[in-house]
């Protein structure tokens, strides 16, 4: 979907600067954007690259498990429909600890692997189940403590404090995880007292 709009607002752009005869600021902006694709890739590779080395010597090590078996606890409290000890959990909370780091890409693979679990314990295959919305919420809040790309980015474009930043975003991943999360929880209640009521 989001490739989708962003492709309309390139047509639409390019369709306007044709029309109004500015040709040669599209061509402009084409090749400044291409440079400055490829300069952003440049700067954030070794940043990206020395923390997802971080994260694979977690994971070997066993620290990413020892990581995910700490925070096993909570998530049994936010997924009582899971089963104790099942997979999905520590498929969570490796996604979980990871985003933490703010690498979303790296823990992409985890949370693809937590949805097929949970698809598995799921009754009804073509609803989310209440597992899968709560584990939804928390990935999409974006529970991060060391925002890596952020400051990656204000490391390149020549930020004289970049990890400035990082407390700002603990508060505003606190306040959207929180906020996220007890949305969350009413609208299950209300469903279930919606269902018990009928």
Request: a positive charge; proline letters at 4%; glycine letters at 6%.
């Amino acid at each position: 979907m989001i490739n989708k709009i962003w492709a309309f607002f390139i047509i639409i752009g390019s369709i306007f600067c044709i029309a109004t005869g500015k040709t040669d600021i599209l061509n402009e902006e084409i090749l400044k954007s291409a440079k400055t694709g490829f300069d952003m890739a440049l700067e954030l590779f070794p940043v990206m690259a020395l923390w997802l080395g971080i994260m694979n010597i977690a994971s070997v090590s066993g620290l990413l498990n020892k990581l995910a078996h700490l925070i096993s606890p909570l998530l049994r409290k936010l997924f009582p429909e899971i089963p104790k000890n099942h997979e999905s959990l520590s498929y969570i909370a490796s996604n979980i600890v990871i985003n933490m780091a703010g690498l979303g890409s790296a823990a992409t693979p985890f949370g693809l692997k937590a949805m097929k679990s949970l698809q598995e314990l799921n009754p009804k295959k073509d609803t989310a189940s209440r597992s899968m919305i709560t584990f939804l919420v928390l990935n999409t809040s974006g529970v991060t403590i060391i925002p890596t790309t952020i400051i990656s980015l204000r490391m390149m474009y020549g930020s004289s404090n970049p990890t400035g930043i990082v407390v700002a975003c603990i508060l505003a991943t606190l306040c959207s995880t929180t906020g996220g999360l007890i949305i969350d929880r009413l609208i299950a209640r209300r469903k279930k007292y919606a269902k018990n009521t009928v």
